[in-house]
């Protein structure tokens, strides 16, 4: 799905996810991760990462590009 797609495919949806109430589940040393969402259709996941003072996200690669990725 290319992103004018995306666009169209999700424009007037609004959803609020109660994040609060999904654990962190451990990554790797000092690495926690969320899963938020996962589309299987698209391919496509929503996740939170959560690292601590020497936390390194392991090697990994995505199958499809990336739509976003924000860091908070």
Known sequence: MNSQEAKSRFRGIRQSIATDE???KPLADNVDMRVVHVDEEA???TVMIRTRPG???PRHQ???PPARIRCM
């Open 22 to 24: 999904i654990p962190f």
């Open 43 to 45: 391919g496509s996941w």
């Open 62 to 64: 995505h199958k499809t």
């Open 55 to 57: 936390g390194v996200l």
